[in-house]
Every structure is written in structure tokens, then in C-alpha cells.
């Protein structure tokens, strides 16, 4: 399956998965949909409405305690299946099972984190080309920005676009995940090879930013 231009999955790419530690949450978005996508204390990943059951609090802004997330507002504290375990005001009180944080499924695989508003996120492997180079926001549609990769040149030519979707910058092989934030904004993650030395991954970083450009100018 490829992993680059113009391939759409069941499951969207949200984030790296260097960019979460252990103990953290994060903010994210999949289809649309606000995500708080947090590290249980045995690392466990897990994909949730960013909205607290309680009063609505975005629960990226909670903390980890062990196994559970608790809300920043009024602390109450949620279990790995998403049910409340514990409401700080009433700490007699066993939290009825209706009170319960929509979850999402959600897997890593080649360094990224997926997440599927499905049963079954899947995510993309995509081989060697694992390494993670960096993570950019484009202020266009995703179409528009998957294309300014192909459009844009590294050193004077083309990248050559693969039968797996992959492109191949200046011999370099790279992966370019969108997930299409909203139809204006596109989150785009860019892997590449463990083996491509430093040099050559500032070069391919300077290629995504020419590549936003080509994007957002022809978005404007
Ligand atoms: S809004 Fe989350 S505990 Fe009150």
C-alpha cells in the first residue's frame, strides 16, 4: 500500500510518536473530530474526545496519574476504557458507568500515531522509510499540498514518485502523511530513511518548507 501522494487510508496520521512521552498528553485532530491522545504510565496510547464528560474541559489540558487521565477542572479521573473512576467531590461515590470519555482506536507503527474514528485503526507501513524528519503545518487542503512535494524540485530536480506513492528527493526516499485538519489546514508528516546522514536531512527539511510554499501560494 503506498504512503504517499494522493493515497487516502482508513485511519489518519496524527501526530509522531517521538513527539508524545511517557506520562503526557497531547492535542490532535482526526476527521475532524478534537482529539486529546495521551501516554498511560505503562505506555500505553490511547485516543479520546477532547471533551471532559463533566463540563466539557478539553482533557489535553489533564495530566496522567498511572493508568488514568484526570481533568485539569474539577479533577475527575478516567480510566484506560475511558469510564470515570474517581470525581475528587465525592470520593465515597463509585462513579456511575454511563460517565464515560469517547474513545477512539489508535496504534503507532513506523514511528507515527494513528488513529481511526473506526474500530480499527491501521495505519501505514511504511517499511525503512521510518525515520521521522519532521512535522509541518500547511494552511491548505490536502490535495494541494500533496502535490507541491512532486512540484517542488530538491537540488535543481523533480522527486520521482514511486509505485508505493513514495518519493525519492535527490535519492533520498520519503513518506509524506497528510491529515487534513480542515479543508484550509493540512498537517503533513514527513519521514525518511534511518541511513540519510545529517546534511541530508536538513536539505530534505528545507524542502518541505519550499514545498509550503508552492502550497500556500497557490492556495492563496
Ligand atoms: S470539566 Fe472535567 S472534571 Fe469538571
Redesign the pocket.
Known sequence: MGVGVGVRMNSVAVGLSRDLAPKRVMRAVAYGHDLAVWRDGENGLHAWDNR?P????RLSHGFVRGDRLA??????QYRKDGGCAYIPAHPGLEPPETIRAQTYSVIEKSGVIWVSTGNDAQGVDTGPVSEPLRSLTFFCAEAIARAAFEDTPFAGNLPQVESTGRLVAGGHPVAVLANPVTESETLIHVLTSAGVGIAAKKALSRWCEAARSVAERQAA
Open positions: 471532559c463533566h463540563r466539557g474541559m481533568c485539569l477542572y474539577h479533577g475527575w
